[in-house]
């Protein structure tokens, strides 16, 4: 594999799913207004058919009840844990409530952080994102 931009940064989900949300809102108004697209309609039809999918899947996780606060408010918040850009940006993505998930996405998390530095962490992002609401429910549904 070859690397085509070094300076190509990472996404988070919540930043794929508002510039996919609106993409799509901008094609409804061009649609809306006449606009011509030179697209051919094979390729409309599988770019919208790619867009609405991922945008499906996307909100059915904790990035489509984020904001853009929340991310700012999360991302000041883990500065002081000296976490990598991707795993930060592993636990915006994922909203870990366990310890046995921040142990699978912090790199040799027993020799980095201690349990009350884990602890720390779940408090954070419980505290800052919202929960995946099918998790969270009492009754598990």
């Known amino acids: 594999m070859e690397v085509k931009d070094n300076n190509a940064a990472m996404l988070s989900n919540y930043e794929v799913f508002k510039l996919l949300t609106d993409l799509k809102d ?3 108004e061009d649609n809306n207004s006449g606009k011509n697209n030179k697209r051919s309609a094979a390729g409309e039809q599988n770019l919208d058919a790619v867009t609405s999918e991922t945008l499906r899947y996307l909100s059915q996780t904790p990035c489509g009840r984020q904001g853009p606060d929340t991310v700012k408010e999360f991302l000041i918040a883990m500065t002081p844990h000296k976490l990598t850009k991707a795993e930060t940006l592993q636990l ?7 310890a046995v998930e921040i142990h699978l996405i912090v790199q040799e998390c027993e020799e980095r952080l201690c349990e009350e530095q884990i602890d720390e962490l779940i408090q954070t992002v419980r505290g800052i994102l919202p929960g995946d609401p099918q ?3 009492p009754d598990g549904s």
């Not at 915006?92 to 366990?98: A, Q, W």
């Open 135 to 137: 998790k969270d429910a």
């Open 26 to 28: 901008q094609r409804k």
């Open 92 to 98: 915006l993505n994922l909203s870990p409530r366990t």
